[in-house]
């Protein structure tokens, strides 16, 4: 048979130079490439014979051989699936990216940086040349099933290409490269090293459909004695029914992902079909890490096209605060180029993730009455990071709130749903109230919380540092207002023990001077001290407006770098507390101002300090203190 040489287009010659020399920086994903081409060349042999397209192709023992030299420095990866004709290795592998290369390389140009000229290369479909990354020559030779003749297509990546008609081949595929050396500086590695390729087809083929076979290598003693060794497993659990696979097999694969000992708390399965399909299989652990919640968190799931991995941590599949979910997602009709600028602007992915999205959060929500202690574990490990959708997906705000639970003053042990708190609200109360501190005891042992716990009402003890900023987020559930007990002033009307307007404006006259004196004299600190409605047992606690930042919330942005200007609070005094009435006395007698000054200063700062917070001036305090307790003496 004759052999003609061709040249290379000039566009294709300045794409083939950039495959070679700046595409891939991990350079071990050609065998990736020519592994996946392999495995659809396959399935294109079985589509075909299906249809009787084929019928003297041999199907007998479908597979991939990968065949390794060390002595002449090959790798050859070879196939008995579909195979190509002469015209179709003159149309497929002669031109590269035939029909799009000028608009490719425009596009290419405009591209500012390496990452889009990534996405880019992926998108016209050039994978097979990644080869000329490792190789200093590459073969091809291929036979088309039924057919009686075969090609071999050469190249060095140099500008030309031989094309040569061959009397007899085997059916299918088989691509040689003529390995360059190892050069660890530029990250080439030694790839006729057995351990080398069973890493990478591990890494990236492990559940292609059809068996992965590493030939003994030529020249080893043994080399009769030994038979092929199959590399991979086959074992794509996501895409076998779920009768078929085991529990056990769903946990190894997690913690094969999840790089975790322990089992999954919840195994999800979600199948899509129709004009996009794709397959998921996801897993929530049973305990959170311990850098769930710091900035270099690896998040994202594992995704995969057609069986092939493509990527560890694909970030655009699932939202951040549902990063804690471990997985696989395997699309069919992706680029396995596909960058993650690319990931970023498909409406593909976007679906996706809305679908897994909504699966996961609806899973959470069902296990709070099928399995209430895998729930309860959930919640406790990773309730906190769940709430943070209550601030950035608006979209799902309602299915978040759905699969959320909130400890309250209803139960010491079992948190409720908002649902249930507003099924057992009390006639004529219109909000949900909530309270934010550091623990449970501290925002139970609170002077705000001393009216509602003497009036039964049901407050949301909410300790998590995110809850600061929900609950504004959110606003309103069903219609009743989420409002904190710690802000504004509080209206509990509607009980035996309430005062009557008549008494109460008898009592705002009576306390009016020493009100208006104490505002007066800590003006600097506060904005204006008033009577409390929610005080019972406390003589005085501290408040902020109804649309103002609590002092924590303050401080968080503060510690995000943020200038948030101090806001003066409330002082509130309980009318029947005897230090209260005591005081409002001795200002009506006109004692003396000073020790007056001294004690409403010593009042505020007690009220500060019950809230968890400290004093204007320590020290001050400390000596007021200490001349009040000599005087008791």
């Known amino acids: 048979m004759t052999t003609e040489t061709f040249e290379f287009q000039v566009e294709a010659r300045q794409l083939l130079q950039l495959m070679i020399h700046s595409v891939y920086s991990n350079k071990d994903v050609f065998l990736r490439e020519l592994v996946s081409n392999a495995s ?19 199907m007998s ?62 998108q016209f479909g050039v994978g097979f040349y990644s080869g000329f990354m490792v190789a200093d020559e590459v073969t091809l030779v291929t036979r088309h099933a039924g057919e009686t003749e075969g090609t071999r297509w050469t190249s060095r990546g140099e500008g030309t290409y031989t094309l040569e008609r061959m009397a007899q081949a085997p059916q299918g595929t088989a691509v040689t490269l003529h390995l360059k050396p190892a ?76 790089h975790d000992w322990r089992d999954p708390l919840e195994t999800i399965r979600l199948q899509a079909e129709g004009t996009f399909e794709y397959q998921a299989l996801l897993f929530v652990p049973s305990h959170a890490p311990h850098d769930l919640f710091t900035q270099g968190y690896q998040r994202g ?66 296990l709070r009455t099928s399995a209430p202690d895998r729930y309860a574990t959930f919640w406790r490990e990773f309730g906190a990071v769940l709430k943070e959708g209550l601030v950035t997906d608006p979209e799902n705000r309602d299915a978040i709130l759905a699969a959320c639970s909130f400890p309250s003053t209803h139960d010491a042990d079992e948190p409720t749903s908002l649902k249930s708190y507003v099924e057992r609200m009390k006639d004529g109360q219109d909000d949900i109230y909530y309270m934010t501190g550091e623990s449970r005891a501290a925002i139970e042992n609170s002077p705000h919380m001393e009216a509602f716990r003497a009036k039964g009402v049901e407050v949301l003890l909410l300790t998590d540092a995110v809850d600061e900023v929900w609950v504004d987020a959110v606003g309103e559930y069903e219609g009743k207002t989420l409002r904190s007990v710690a802000k504004g002033e509080i209206d509990l009307s509607g009980t035996e023990d309430d005062k009557s307007d008549a008494e109460k404006e008898k009592q705002g006259e009576q306390y009016a001077g020493l009100l208006g004196w104490m505002t007066e004299h800590l003006g600097e600190d506060v904005k204006e001290v008033r009577l409390s409605s929610r005080l019972t047992v406390s003589p005085a606690c501290v408040v902020s407006d109804a649309g103002e930042l609590t002092p924590a919330l303050e401080n968080m942005y503060r510690a995000m770098g943020q200038e948030v200007p101090s806001a003066k609070r409330i002082l509130e005094l309980n009318p ?48 007021l203190m200490a001349d009040r307790l000599e005087r008791t003496l």
């Not at 579909?82 to 015209?87: A, E, F, K, L, V």
Request: with cysteine; net charge negative.
């Open 40 to 58: 659809d060349a396959l399935d294109k042999l079985r589509l075909a014979a299906l249809r009787d397209d084929a019928p003297d192709a041999d």
């Open 61 to 122: 023992d479908l597979h991939i051989e990968l065949e390794v030299d060390k002595d002449a420095r090959t790798l050859t990866v070879r196939d008995n699936g579909i195979g190509m004709s002469y015209d179709e290795v003159t149309q497929l592998i002669g031109t590269i990216a035939n029909s799009g290369t000028a608009k490719f390389l425009q596009e290419l140009r405009e591209a500012k940086d390496g990452a889009g000229a990534d996405g880019l290369i992926g």
């Open 183 to 258: 050069d660890a500086e530029n990250q080439l590695h030694d790839y006729t090293s057995e351990w080398k390729i069973k890493e990478i087809v591990k890494r990236y083929s492990d559940f292609i459909t059809w068996p992965v076979r590493l030939l003994p290598q030529p020249g080893d003693d043994d080399t009769e004695a030994r038979e092929a060794e199959t590399l991979n497993s086959m074992k794509a659990l996501w895409a076998r029914p779920r009768d078929e696979v085991s529990d056990d097999e769903y946990n190894e694969l997690y913690k094969h992902i999840g």
């Open 301 to 366: 799931v594992q995704l995969y096209v057609k069986r092939v991995f493509i990527m560890d941590d694909c970030e655009e599949l699932l939202p951040p605060y549902l990063r804690f979910v471990k997985g696989v997602v395997d699309a069919q009709d992706l680029s396995l180029n596909v960058s993650r600028e690319i990931l970023q602007q498909d409406r593909h992915i976007r679906m996706i993730q809305r679908r897994l999205t909504k699966k996961v959060l609806s899973t959470v929500k069902d």
């Open 576 to 623: 029947e507390h005897q230090l209260v009435k005591t005081l409002n006395r001795a200002w009506t007698d006109q004692r003396d101002r000073t020790e007056l000054t001294e004690t409403a200063e010593l009042l505020h700062a007690l009220a500060v300090l019950a809230e968890g917070g400290r004093p204007k001036e320590p020290a001050r305090f400390v000596q």
